[in-house]
């Protein structure tokens, strides 16, 4: 699946999954534009993909930040042109209770992980028309989809960003402008260490519990993501929008 020279925008692409897709894009062709809190993983992501003969470049952008994605996203079109692919990935673990979490807490899971994603489609969209078409694909998750104990807060912001997905491809299908959303299942990023580490377990503990809940009872690789990433962004999708694919290894046919 060729993206010889797409433009292609990554958000949260410092480690983990985000990683791992513009590793992909790279190879396939794609320039790289990655943005994320993290400058030293960011940069170090680049770099990568500058040794295997890749073009990419960094900024360093809070995704909840409206002038900043705007900022980010104008120097792309700037420095490369106009905008090919937007993969919105940026996001945060908040999890507890309704009665657990704090207005900051709602505040930091839905200004990343839903407004996050706004914004992005926001600023790349025009761009985008400007092509004559393009491909968006959010990361949401099997918790767009499914309750899970004391995590009201994540599995709230991902559900909205299956129904930001939906209301995206509406509104920019005359445009030409596919968005579908990939909804990964346990997968093996930093992000299981921090949530191990702040429940006070180790990380073999969370893979003991989750992985069993997967039908094909081990945990999926940040590239396994990845490479659905790629497809749902790729010509080889050409007539799929409003989409979400499960990336779950079966977790969701219980």
Request: aromatic content about 6%; some cysteine.
């Amino acid at each position: 699946m060729g993206l010889t020279n797409k433009i292609t925008l990554i958000t949260g692409a410092a480690s983990g999954i985000g990683r791992e897709t513009a590793k992909l894009f790279a190879e396939a062709g794609a320039k790289v534009a990655i943005a994320d809190l993290d400058a030293v993983g960011g940069k170090a992501v680049v770099e990568e993909i500058h040794s295997s003969g890749g073009t990419a470049l960094f900024h360093q952008v809070n995704v909840a930040a409206e002038t900043e994605v705007k900022a980010w996203i104008s120097a792309v079109v700037e420095q490369w042109g106009d905008i090919d692919i937007l993969v919105a990935n940026a996001g945060v673990l908040v999890n507890g209770t309704v009665e657990q979490a704090t207005n900051e807490d709602w505040d930091q899971v839905l200004g990343v992980n839903v407004k996050g994603y706004a914004f992005c489609a926001k600023y790349a969209a025009p761009s985008m028309r400007k092509r004559g078409g393009g491909a968006i694909v959010n990361v949401a998750s099997i918790s767009s989809f499914v309750a899970q104990a004391a995590f009201a807060p994540y599995n709230t912001s991902k559900g909205a960003v299956l129904q930001l997905t939906r209301c995206l491809a509406y509104d920019l299908a005359p445009d030409n402008i596919r968005v579908n959303c990939v909804c990964p299942g346990g997968i093996d990023t930093p992000m299981m260490d921090y949530f191990a580490q702040s429940q006070g377990i180790t990380k073999q503990d969370v893979v003991n519990e989750l992985a069993p809940l997967h039908l094909l009872k081990r945990l999926g690789k940040p590239r396994e993501v990845a490479e659905a990433i790629l497809f749902l962004a790729s010509d080889k999708a050409s007539f799929i929008t409003a989409t979400p694919l499960m990336v779950d290894g079966g977790y969701t046919a219980h």
